[in-house]
């Protein structure tokens, strides 16, 4: 048996637990950032409840009276189809010249379209999310991208819920903010 002979188990042995301290690091890293998204997800699932809570989930805008007394039955319907059909219908109001004069007709149109494309934007983010995870992470990433496909007729549940709600609350004649979205389109000058 020669020298290298001798140093070569001890190179393969120091090789291999060099591969699992690596290994080790990167479950680790896994684990914290893991533990991080959770604590966001918590911190944000936590707001989203006390908004419940507080029945904030559509501000009134109006001062006085939370429905608007310049509305037909005509425009509350299709205020409440924008969100229901929020692609076709809330086109067919923004293209239509009679729709564009009436103003109710015209906020939810686009608030409606708004919601639908935020909504939207949100499911692809997380859905690349859960790819790049389990590209990145092989079995961390696995277990995170079932846990969000388990979770996915959840939130797209929750989306149509939204859209009806919103939905309603437009039939019954009123103006409101949806967080975030009516500011974001105020903000561009599109309400």
């Given at each position: ?9 001890e190179?393969?042995?120091k090789?291999?637990?060099?591969i699992?301290?690596e290994?080790?690091?990167e ?5 914290a ?5 959770t604590?966001i997800?918590?911190?944000q ?19 006085d ?17 924008c969100?229901?059909?929020?692609f076709?219908?809330?086109?067919i109001v923004l ?15 686009v ?12 499911g ?12 990145g ?11 969000l ?20 609350q437009?039939?019954?004649g009123?103006?409101?903010a949806?967080?975030i ?11």
């Open positions: 048996m020669s020298l290298d002979d001798k140093k070569r188990p190179i393969e042995i090789v291999d637990s060099e699992e301290k290994k080790n690091t479950l680790l890293q896994a684990l950032e893991a533990k991080r998204v604590e997800t918590r911190s699932v936590d707001e989203a409840m006390t908004t419940l809570q507080r029945r904030e989930l559509a501000q009134d805008l109006t001062t009276s939370s429905i608007d007394m310049n509305i037909n039955r005509d425009d509350r319907l299709i205020a409440l189809l969100y229901v059909f929020p076709i219908m809330s086109t293209i239509s010249k009679s729709s564009q004069s009436r103003s109710f007709q015209k906020y939810h149109a608030q409606g379209l708004g919601l639908a494309l935020g909504l939207g934007l949100l692809t983010a997380v859905a690349m999310f859960a790819s790049l995870i389990t590209i992470l092989p079995f961390i990433g696995f277990i995170i991208g079932i846990l496909f388990c979770l996915s007729p959840i939130g797209f549940a929750m989306g149509a819920l939204a859209h009806l709600y919103y939905g309603f437009a039939y019954n009123k103006r409101f949806i967080p979205i009516t500011s974001f389109l105020r903000n561009q000058g599109w309400l």
